[in-house]
């Protein structure tokens, strides 16, 4: 009798969450404020075939009809949290008694807003706007180069540093020589002999569009860069071999826990560093391994990258963790886990609980570039 009545208790219980987790399946809307402009945004949530809660958010429909995944979607009691994966947002609310609204809170590294969301009905449901077409892909054949490029100081007072493919035109802001040599030829500055000292000083915003229409690939714009690089900083080099200190990524004893991204494996890869509440998040979507250790090795670590898991598709993972003191691009480091009970672990060992995957730091021959020539940009 006591075995039974605890199975009915356990069943009753799972009801009970399953119950729960259905009743916010539906359209769900709500306005944030940032900075003084209102963002109306828009959730869809959904059950799977697996009987687990799935969905897409439209984060402003003002702005655009394109709609991102959700990612986890979970409910406790009333608490309800997903994640958006594609931008590194985090959701978390509280359902209401009567199961129609949420107050809660949308995050994007250190941006917080309040966004409170109501059960939208076929009457009150905003408009979406039609989704933007697909970008047009640069022939695969292209052997692009810019046909007009700007090349200008950086304002010294504005923060951080961008690669990014706007529209038609390639942008960087606040990069120096060895940030766009490290990118064109997929190099750690340690692998660049020879250089002067403002080739790590001075820092300039690009613009360039491309003569060959359509978005290029990465490879696509490596090629540019380097084009642009030889006509506009007269960059004339000599490759060699050296062994070099090196941190190769290897897979780790209990193996990968990545997720294969979802995304047309044709577009661009995202990969860019956010402020968390306690550390650091490094938001990757769509991205090969090889990338991964590419932005590492040009914005983090002191030390060229290797991949040598094998693995070769691309993955979407967020990863937090706590900056070493030392460690490059992030100012003062945080407060040490022992002063701070949120904080995440450093780098190396949220590599191996997060992602599966391990850091090692070995010694390999590696390509280096031997600057023979090398001047400041030419005017535009």
Known sequence: MKKWMLWVIALAALSGSNLLAQSITGTWQGTAQVNGTSYRAVVKISTSDADTLKGVMYPSIDQSGQSLPLGVVSVQSSAVKFTVPGIGGNYEGKLSAEGNTMAGTWSIGETHVA?????????????????????????????????????????????????????????????????????????????????????????????????????????????????????????????????????AITVGKTGSKLTKSQADPNSLPGLFFGRAPAGMSFNVRNATLAEVGSVLQGNVLDKPVVDQTGLSEKYDFTLKFTPDQGMAGFGPAPPPPADNADAPPDLFLAFEQQLGLRLVSTKAPADVLVIDKVEKPSAN
């Open 115 to 247: 966004l409170n969301l109501t059960r939208a009905t076929p009457e009150s449901a905003w408009t979406i706007p039609e989704p933007p077409p697909p970008p047009v892909r640069m022939a695969a054949n292209a052997n692009p180069a810019f046909e007009v490029a700007t090349i200008k100081p950086s304002d010294p007072n504005r923060p951080g540093k961008v690669f990014t493919v706007r529209g038609p035109d390639v942008v960087t802001v606040n990069t120096t020589l060895v940030d766009l040599a490290t990118m064109a030829y997929d190099l750690h500055a340690r692998q660049l002999v020879g250089l002067p000292a403002w080739a790590e000083s001075d820092k300039y915003d690009i613009t360039g569009r491309p003569e060959s229409p359509g978005q290029p690939s990465v490879a696509q714009l490596k090629i540019m860069l380097q084009k642009l690089l030889a006509d506009r900083f007269q960059l004339k080099f000599h490759r060699d071999k050296k062994e070099l200190s090196v941190y």
